[in-house]
Protein backbone atom coordinates (compact mmCIF):
# COMPACT_ATOMS: atom_id res chain seq x y z
CA UNK A 1 0.00 0.00 0.00
CA UNK A 2 3.12 2.71 1.00
CA UNK A 3 4.06 1.35 -2.00
CA UNK A 4 1.26 2.65 -4.35
CA UNK A 5 0.76 6.08 -2.32
CA UNK A 6 4.96 6.97 -2.82
CA UNK A 7 4.11 6.19 -6.80
CA UNK A 8 1.51 8.05 -6.96
CA UNK A 9 2.86 11.20 -4.49
CA UNK A 10 5.90 10.58 -7.71
CA UNK A 11 3.85 10.59 -10.28
CA UNK A 12 1.84 13.91 -9.12
CA UNK A 13 4.93 15.53 -8.77
CA UNK A 14 6.25 14.95 -11.95
CA UNK A 15 2.52 16.47 -13.23
CA UNK A 16 3.17 19.79 -11.21
CA UNK A 17 3.87 22.92 -12.18
CA UNK A 18 7.48 24.58 -10.88
CA UNK A 19 7.00 28.38 -9.66
CA UNK A 20 10.07 30.15 -9.67
CA UNK A 21 10.45 33.10 -7.15
CA UNK A 22 12.36 36.03 -9.51
CA UNK A 23 12.11 38.61 -6.62
CA UNK A 24 15.81 39.11 -6.41
CA UNK A 25 16.50 39.09 -9.76
CA UNK A 26 13.93 42.19 -10.38
CA UNK A 27 14.80 44.08 -7.50
CA UNK A 28 18.45 44.17 -8.37
CA UNK A 29 17.05 44.99 -11.85
CA UNK A 30 15.25 47.91 -10.36
CA UNK A 31 18.03 49.32 -7.77
CA UNK A 32 19.90 50.14 -11.21
CA UNK A 33 16.74 51.71 -12.95
CA UNK A 34 15.87 53.64 -9.95
CA UNK A 35 19.45 54.80 -9.81
CA UNK A 36 19.47 56.02 -13.24
CA UNK A 37 16.39 58.37 -12.83
CA UNK A 38 17.92 60.04 -10.03
CA UNK A 39 21.03 60.49 -12.36
CA UNK A 40 18.78 61.75 -15.00
CA UNK A 41 16.20 63.04 -13.12
CA UNK A 42 12.57 62.54 -13.67
CA UNK A 43 10.59 65.91 -13.57
CA UNK A 44 7.04 66.55 -13.84
CA UNK A 45 4.48 65.46 -17.01
CA UNK A 46 1.51 66.98 -17.92
CA UNK A 47 -1.09 64.51 -19.00
CA UNK A 48 -4.08 66.53 -21.19
CA UNK A 49 -7.29 67.22 -19.52
CA UNK A 50 -9.91 64.93 -20.06
CA UNK A 51 -13.41 64.17 -19.27
CA UNK A 52 -15.08 61.35 -18.24
CA UNK A 53 -18.76 60.34 -17.10
CA UNK A 54 -18.26 61.61 -13.48
CA UNK A 55 -14.74 63.38 -13.40
CA UNK A 56 -13.14 65.82 -15.48
CA UNK A 57 -9.60 66.80 -15.23
CA UNK A 58 -9.65 70.65 -16.00
CA UNK A 59 -5.98 71.70 -16.26
CA UNK A 60 -4.26 68.43 -16.48
CA UNK A 61 -2.42 66.34 -14.21
CA UNK A 62 1.16 67.03 -13.14
CA UNK A 63 2.44 63.42 -12.80
CA UNK A 64 5.80 62.34 -11.61
CA UNK A 65 7.82 59.34 -9.43
CA UNK A 66 10.88 59.25 -7.38
CA UNK A 67 11.34 55.47 -7.43
CA UNK A 68 10.14 51.94 -8.73
CA UNK A 69 8.94 49.17 -6.79
CA UNK A 70 7.52 45.58 -6.88
CA UNK A 71 4.43 45.05 -4.53
CA UNK A 72 3.95 41.61 -5.23
CA UNK A 73 5.92 38.45 -6.08
CA UNK A 74 7.20 38.05 -9.38
CA UNK A 75 7.12 34.30 -10.90
CA UNK A 76 8.06 32.01 -13.86
CA UNK A 77 5.77 29.24 -13.48
CA UNK A 78 6.99 26.20 -15.64
CA UNK A 79 4.25 23.58 -16.50
CA UNK A 80 5.45 19.69 -17.36
CA UNK A 81 4.84 20.45 -21.01
CA UNK A 82 7.97 22.93 -20.80
CA UNK A 83 5.45 25.78 -21.78
CA UNK A 84 6.15 28.89 -18.90
CA UNK A 85 4.32 31.72 -17.29
CA UNK A 86 5.79 34.57 -16.39
CA UNK A 87 3.92 37.00 -14.11
CA UNK A 88 4.89 40.68 -12.12
CA UNK A 89 3.82 44.12 -11.29
CA UNK A 90 6.27 46.69 -11.77
CA UNK A 91 4.97 49.61 -9.02
CA UNK A 92 5.92 53.04 -8.78
CA UNK A 93 5.67 55.82 -6.01
CA UNK A 94 3.12 58.14 -7.70
CA UNK A 95 2.24 61.56 -7.39
CA UNK A 96 -0.63 63.10 -9.68
CA UNK A 97 -2.30 65.95 -8.83
CA UNK A 98 -5.09 67.49 -11.61
CA UNK A 99 -7.88 70.41 -11.15
CA UNK A 100 -10.83 68.61 -11.97
CA UNK A 101 -14.45 68.48 -11.67
CA UNK A 102 -16.91 65.72 -10.34
CA UNK A 103 -20.27 65.16 -10.72
CA UNK A 104 -22.61 64.21 -7.45
CA UNK A 105 -26.57 63.69 -7.66
CA UNK A 106 -26.66 66.35 -10.19
CA UNK A 107 -24.29 69.05 -9.15
CA UNK A 108 -20.79 69.95 -9.99
CA UNK A 109 -17.46 70.27 -7.23
CA UNK A 110 -14.83 72.02 -8.40
CA UNK A 111 -10.99 70.62 -6.39
CA UNK A 112 -8.14 68.82 -6.77
CA UNK A 113 -7.82 64.89 -7.62
CA UNK A 114 -4.61 63.12 -5.92
CA UNK A 115 -3.29 59.79 -6.95
CA UNK A 116 -1.16 57.60 -5.04
CA UNK A 117 0.72 54.89 -6.22
CA UNK A 118 0.16 52.86 -9.18
CA UNK A 119 1.38 49.86 -11.29
CA UNK A 120 2.27 48.04 -14.62
CA UNK A 121 1.30 44.90 -14.82
CA UNK A 122 3.11 42.38 -16.67
CA UNK A 123 2.73 38.92 -17.47
CA UNK A 124 3.05 36.15 -20.98
CA UNK A 125 3.27 32.85 -21.89
CA UNK A 126 5.77 31.05 -23.84
CA UNK A 127 4.50 27.78 -25.97
CA UNK A 128 7.28 25.60 -26.60
CA UNK A 129 5.68 23.04 -28.86
CA UNK A 130 4.97 22.81 -31.81
CA UNK A 131 7.34 25.75 -31.85
CA UNK A 132 8.46 28.51 -29.90
CA UNK A 133 5.67 31.41 -29.55
CA UNK A 134 5.35 33.90 -26.82
CA UNK A 135 1.83 35.74 -26.21
CA UNK A 136 1.18 38.78 -23.99
CA UNK A 137 -1.46 38.43 -21.19
CA UNK A 138 -0.92 41.22 -19.58
CA UNK A 139 0.48 44.67 -20.67
CA UNK A 140 -1.53 47.71 -18.48
CA UNK A 141 -1.85 50.25 -15.71
CA UNK A 142 -3.57 49.35 -12.29
CA UNK A 143 -4.18 51.24 -9.23
CA UNK A 144 -2.65 50.07 -6.22
CA UNK A 145 -3.95 53.26 -3.40
CA UNK A 146 -6.70 55.10 -3.32
CA UNK A 147 -7.59 58.07 -5.56
CA UNK A 148 -9.08 60.98 -3.54
CA UNK A 149 -10.85 64.36 -3.98
CA UNK A 150 -10.20 67.32 -2.12
CA UNK A 151 -13.00 69.59 -2.85
CA UNK A 152 -13.51 73.22 -2.46
CA UNK A 153 -15.94 72.87 0.34
CA UNK A 154 -14.64 70.45 2.80
CA UNK A 155 -18.03 68.25 2.44
CA UNK A 156 -17.35 67.62 -0.79
CA UNK A 157 -13.95 65.48 0.12
CA UNK A 158 -14.55 61.97 -0.93
CA UNK A 159 -12.94 58.65 -2.40
CA UNK A 160 -12.44 58.19 -6.04
CA UNK A 161 -10.64 55.41 -5.59
CA UNK A 162 -14.07 53.25 -8.08
CA UNK A 163 -14.78 55.75 -10.51
CA UNK A 164 -10.81 56.04 -11.10
CA UNK A 165 -10.77 52.58 -11.59
CA UNK A 166 -13.77 52.38 -13.77
CA UNK A 167 -13.42 55.81 -16.10
CA UNK A 168 -9.82 56.39 -16.31
CA UNK A 169 -7.92 53.63 -16.07
CA UNK A 170 -9.74 52.05 -18.90
CA UNK A 171 -8.86 55.08 -21.08
CA UNK A 172 -5.65 55.31 -20.24
CA UNK A 173 -4.88 51.29 -21.41
CA UNK A 174 -6.59 51.59 -24.34
CA UNK A 175 -4.14 54.14 -25.39
CA UNK A 176 -1.64 51.55 -24.54
CA UNK A 177 -2.98 48.83 -26.18
CA UNK A 178 -1.75 49.12 -30.03
CA UNK A 179 1.78 48.58 -27.96
CA UNK A 180 0.75 45.03 -27.18
CA UNK A 181 1.86 43.89 -30.44
CA UNK A 182 5.45 45.73 -30.54
CA UNK A 183 6.21 44.27 -26.87
CA UNK A 184 4.96 40.80 -27.97
CA UNK A 185 7.30 40.61 -30.69
CA UNK A 186 10.37 41.82 -28.84
CA UNK A 187 9.84 39.01 -26.28
CA UNK A 188 9.27 36.88 -29.04
CA UNK A 189 13.07 38.04 -30.10
CA UNK A 190 14.65 37.70 -26.74
CA UNK A 191 13.25 34.57 -25.73
CA UNK A 192 12.89 32.33 -28.98
CA UNK A 193 15.78 32.38 -30.49
CA UNK A 194 17.76 30.95 -27.41
CA UNK A 195 15.49 27.92 -26.69
CA UNK A 196 18.26 26.64 -24.27
CA UNK A 197 17.79 29.78 -22.05
CA UNK A 198 13.85 30.15 -22.34
CA UNK A 199 13.50 28.57 -18.37
CA UNK A 200 16.56 30.87 -16.95
CA UNK A 201 15.27 33.32 -15.09
CA UNK A 202 17.45 35.62 -15.88
CA UNK A 203 17.01 35.27 -19.39
CA UNK A 204 12.91 36.63 -18.45
CA UNK A 205 14.44 39.53 -16.33
CA UNK A 206 16.16 40.92 -19.12
CA UNK A 207 13.79 40.28 -22.01
CA UNK A 208 10.95 42.14 -19.49
CA UNK A 209 12.77 45.13 -18.91
CA UNK A 210 13.75 45.54 -22.27
CA UNK A 211 10.65 45.73 -23.74
CA UNK A 212 9.38 47.65 -20.96
CA UNK A 213 12.08 50.01 -21.88
CA UNK A 214 10.69 49.82 -25.87
CA UNK A 215 7.36 50.48 -24.62
CA UNK A 216 8.02 53.45 -23.00
CA UNK A 217 10.00 55.20 -25.15
CA UNK A 218 6.77 54.95 -27.61
CA UNK A 219 5.10 56.77 -25.30
Known amino acids: ?????????????????????INKQVDEKLKVVNSLMTERGFGLQLIPKQKFQDIELENGALVGANSLQRPGDATVTIRPSGNTTVDLQIGW??????FGLIKTQGLQFSGVVNVRDSSFHFAYDIAIKPECKVTLTHLEYERL????????????????????????????NELIAPAKRD????L?????????????????VAAVFDTLAVFLDKQ
Not at 145 to 157: C, H, K, N, R, Y
Open 93 to 98: HLFATA
Open 1 to 21: MMKILALLLLASLANADTVIN
Open 145 to 172: ADVQFIGSLPETDQDLSDIYSQQVLPYF
Open 183 to 186: AEES
Open 188 to 204: QAHLCHQPKGVLASKIH
